[in-house]
């Protein structure tokens, strides 16, 4: 890349469990009117739930959306990625980078040290999602992962605050503070928070580490690992499936499937897209939009701790759970 003509683009990495609100509050940042051109670069591109009205264009794996925004795959790698949105005719004045709910935004945040980088991207802060129900049930190695992105946190969203008590989140707060004293607690519901807090979240000061090998051709080679590794399975089925049968499946589902997400084609809405979150205990289902001329189709993804997953128990049950003639 050239020599910047302007001040570097601030970034600001979202991190956190599964089911903490990275997507909720992602979304808020691109749909609101705030007047920057913000490119978001997601690993679930397909989570990214965007009002068909607000889209301008679509081009492969970018969204460009009426507001000047913009919205990406990763796929091609975060370091390629971040150079293809700078060299943009029109590049974005804020990027945002939504990691996966498994991963340590460390290991994201140590790619803006390269010093070749710096000059056209800086990184400005991380901003981790803790859900405040569940963060205190979380044991073993999903605990240690939840953890870590706090500790790496600048600012750290308490969200589904509406969900504990006054004391229920002071104590999560408290345990907060045990791995992050410096962060900025705030306590949100729906990963509601004022946008203007985001490109200021504070100088982010990577500690030091082994410089990565960057070679020529632009890949990042650095070996990050997940300090918990986790399965996930997918069941999709054109078939319409009965709610109160589902229900129950989903209902006995063992504290080993943390997380389920996706859409579903289900007999007592037969023309709309049905939307299904779950974390832990606590689920919601919403009606979407029409299937239009997408052919209807569940798609389920349930993921959990290594080997927590029995994909084809799953499967058995979920196949009873379709409408009969």
Not at 184 to 210: D, K, N, Y
Request: hydrophobic share 45%.
């Amino acid at each position: 890349m050239t020599q910047p003509l302007s001040p570097p683009v601030p970034v600001t990495i979202i991190s956190g469990f599964l089911g903490a609100g990275k997507t909720t509050l992602l979304n808020r940042i691109l749909t609101s009117d705030h007047g920057l051109r913000i490119a978001a670069l997601v690993n679930d591109f397909g989570s990214i739930n965007i009002d068909a009205e607000l889209i301008a264009q679509r081009d492969g794996d970018v969204v460009s959306l009426a507001n000047g925004c913009i919205c990406c795959s990763l796929s091609d790698g975060l370091l390629d990625s971040v150079v293809r949105l700078l060299r943009r005719p029109v590049p974005p004045q804020y990027i945002v980078i939504e990691t996966s709910g498994v991963s340590d935004p460390l290991a994201v945040a140590h790619t803006f040290a390269d010093p070749d980088l710096q000059p056209f991207a800086l990184l400005d802060g991380i901003v981790t999602l803790v859900d405040a129900e569940l963060a205190l049930s979380l044991e073993g190695g999903m605990a240690k992962l939840a953890r870590q992105q706090i500790a790496a946190a600048d600012v750290v969203l308490l969200n589904k605050a509406d969900l504990v008590s006054k004391a229920g989140c002071a104590a999560v707060i408290h345990w907060i503070h045990t791995f992050s004293p410096s962060a900025r607690v705030l306590e949100t519901v729906e990963a509601q928070m004022p946008l203007e807090l985001l490109p200021g979240v504070g100088a982010f000061l990577a500690q030091p580490v082994s410089p990565c090998n960057l070679p020529h051709d632009g890949h990042q080679h650095c070996d990050h690992k997940h300090p918990l590794q986790f399965d996930t399975w997918s069941f999709e089925s054109g078939d319409a499936l009965v709610l109160s049968r589902l229900s129950e499946v989903l209902r006995k589902l063992p504290p080993t499937v943390f997380r389920v997400k996706g859409f579903l084609h289900l007999q007592e809405k037969l023309g709309y897209r049905c939307v299904f979150q779950s974390v832990a205990r606590r689920a919601t289902l919403t009606v979407g939009q029409p299937w239009g001329n997408d052919p209807p189709q569940s798609r389920l993804v349930f993921i959990g701790p290594c080997g927590g997953v029995d994909g084809e128990s799953l499967q058995a049950s979920l196949l009873e759970c379709r409408a009969r003639p």
